[in-house]
Every structure is written in structure tokens, then in C-alpha cells.
């Protein structure tokens, strides 16, 4: 049995935060942003809104596109690594708040990963037949873990939530193959240090470049695709610089890659749906094109997906 994804949301806040704003509060500045990024605004929610706020958003749009009705989830599974709180998680909120009676809800804290662990965690259920529909969120509020006395870091994040319903598709399409990794060793590069995250930017830097690269042509290998036959490639929205070293390794036009980190800047485990969701309403992703999902993230974790988009 193939599973794939069934229908898509996101949702991300009205407020926003611009480079010019952040150069009113720190000592940055547009240009320095803009040139080691790519960021040039991020979306920030409200003192109101928790990432339970904006991943229920995500999820009513993703089971309205896949037209699934909240009671015939069977498993619903969030990213984040900013919930609400320790307990309950984000996924049982969500639960509650869609009226999903007959589904098993938890949390998955893979970072800027979290996405892609939870797609290939759904695609398994699906595969051995246990389950038919599970949603699949990753939702982040990281301004509310972020330093603003760092300039380094502050400038980087901005809050959303994307989501997709993950079921049986047609043959030849979705999952074609994946790829899911970690090395402890590293999360001492990114993590959360009492209430805030702690980047050293340069490790990460040269962990991400490698690991985007290398991630891309292993589930290309797996799927047995070819470079030529990659339609679209949608990475975690990090860093301009590292997104476009994982799309020269792919041989990619830049027309072929998605880039919104400019105005949503980096919203960790949201990033790649969010991206897709973007894609497919321009029209840049259809029916049966051939996607490379990839991502990284704290942990230090990563993990790519290639995929036949489509029911």
C-alpha cells in the first residue's frame, strides 16, 4: 500500500517583524540580515496564540484539502519543540479541538526535523495497513524561546504551522523513499538553554551544508530517481546559503526550488509544509511531480523524503 500525502494547510500569523524593525531593537541591520540569511521579515503571533493556536489553523485547511472528516483520524502527530507545555501535548489539544474521538495523539521533538519524522512515522502505520488517516502537523512559536538580546540568533526565527493528511494513494505515487538521521554529538550546536535557544551558527552551518547535500542524493539513490527527474525541491527554510548548496548538489535551476524564508524567515519543524502549501497554491508543485523534501534540525536530527505528490 503507498502512502502519501492527502491534502495540505498552513497557517502563519498577521503580525510582522521586518529587518527594519529588529535594527530598531538590536545592533543589526537590514543589509547584514539580508546578505547572511536571506530573511527579511518572519511572522510573529500574538501574546494570545500558542503553537496549539496555529497548529489547529493548519490542521481544519489540510483536512478540508484531503476532504477528511476530524472523526476519521486515526493518529494525529505534531512536531514542535515549543509546545504549549510539557503536558498535554500539542497533538492531544489538537484532538480535543477538532473533535478527533478515534484518534491516538502525540508529540515528536525532532526539531527543525520534526516534520519529516512525522510523515515517515505516519507512512509506516499506513504501509502495514494499521491506519488509513493521520495527521501530520509541525507548529512552532519560537519567538517565544527566542534571546532578543542576541542578535545572532533573534534575527533568524518567526512562527507558523503547516500540516498534511498522510493516507493510501494511487500506485506510483507518494513516499517513493526517506531518509531519517541524528547524532547526538552535535546538540551541543543547538538547543535550549533555560528559557532560550542556543545556536553556535558556524558548527550548524557546516553540519547543515553537508547533511541537506548528502540527504537529497541518498533518497534520490533509494527511490532509484535520477537528478533530471526531481521536479521540485522544498528544504527547510534554515539559510539561503545552505539551501542553495543543497540545490547545486541536485543539479537545480533556482526556478525549482521553493524559497519563502525571505518573509516567513526560519520556522523550524512548520518550514517544509508551510513552503509546500505556498508551492502548490502558485502552481509551482501538481499532480505527479517528483518532490525532495529535506530538512535538519537540533538533535542534531535531519531526514528527507522523496515523493510522487498526489492521490
Not at 499506513?126 to 533573534?154: H, M
Not at 547526538?184 to 552551518?205: A, I, Q
Request: hydrophobic fraction near 40%.
Amino acid at each position: 500500500m503507498n502512502a502519501g500525502i492527502l491534502g495540505i494547510g498552513s497557517y502563519v500569523p498577521e503580525k510582522k517583524l521586518t529587518n527594519y524593525d529588529l535594527e530598531q531593537m538590536m545592533d543589526t541591520s537590514d543589509e547584514w540580515i539580508v546578505s547572511r540569511t536571506g530573511i527579511k521579515e518572519r511572522r510573529i503571533a500574538s501574546d494570545e496564540q500558542d503553537t496549539s493556536d496555529l497548529a489547529y489553523e493548519a490542521a481544519v485547511e489540510a483536512l478540508k484539502d484531503a476532504d477528511v472528516k476530524a472523526e476519521e483520524l486515526d493518529l494525529i502527530l505534531v512536531g514542535t519543540v515549543t509546545p504549549d507545555k510539557s503536558f498535554p501535548s500539542v497533538a492531544c489539544v489538537i484532538q480535543e479541538r477538532l473533535g478527533a474521538k478515534n484518534a491516538a495523539a502525540m508529540d515528536i521533538s525532532a526539531a527543525c526535523a520534526g516534520f519529516i519524522y512525522g510523515v515517515v512515522t505516519a507512512a509506516q502505520f499506513v504501509k502495514t495497513g494499521t491506519y488509513s488517516r493521520i495527521l501530520v502537523i509541525g507548529a512552532e512559536k519560537l519567538t517565544k524561546i527566542v534571546n532578543w538580546e542576541d542578535r545572532n540568533t533573534a534575527v533568524l526565527f518567526g512562527d507558523g504551522a503547516g500540516a498534511a493528511v498522510i493516507g493510501p494513494v494511487s500506485e506510483g505515487r507518494g513516499i517513493l523513499s526517506y531518509e531519517l538521521g541524528a547524532d547526538g554529538t552535535g546538540g551541543k550546536h543547538l538547543y535550549k538553554g533555560g528559557d532560550h535557544l542556543v545556536m553556535n551558527g558556524r558548527e550548524v552551518f557546516k553540519f547543515a551544508v553537508r547533511q541537506m547535500g548528502d540527504s537529497c542524493e541518498t533518497v534520490l539513490k533509494l527511490a532509484g530517481l535520477t537528478k533530471e527527474e526531481v521536479d521540485f525541491l522544498i528544504p527547510h527554510q534554515a539559510n539561503t546559503r545552505i539551501m542553495d548548496a543543497a540545490r547545486e548538489r541536485l543539479q537545480l535551476p533556482k526556478e525549482k526550488m521553493s524559497v519563502i524564508i525571505d518573509r516567513h524567515g526560519n520556522t523550524s519543524s512548520s518550514s517544509i509544509p508551510i513552503a509546500l502549501v505556498e508551492e502548490y497554491k502558485k502552481g509551482n508543485v501538481k499532480e505527479d511531480d517528483v518532490l525532495v523534501l529535506v530538512g535538519f534540525g537540533g538533535g542534531l536530527t535531519w531526514g528527507a523524503i522523496a515523493l510522487r505528490f498526489g492521490r
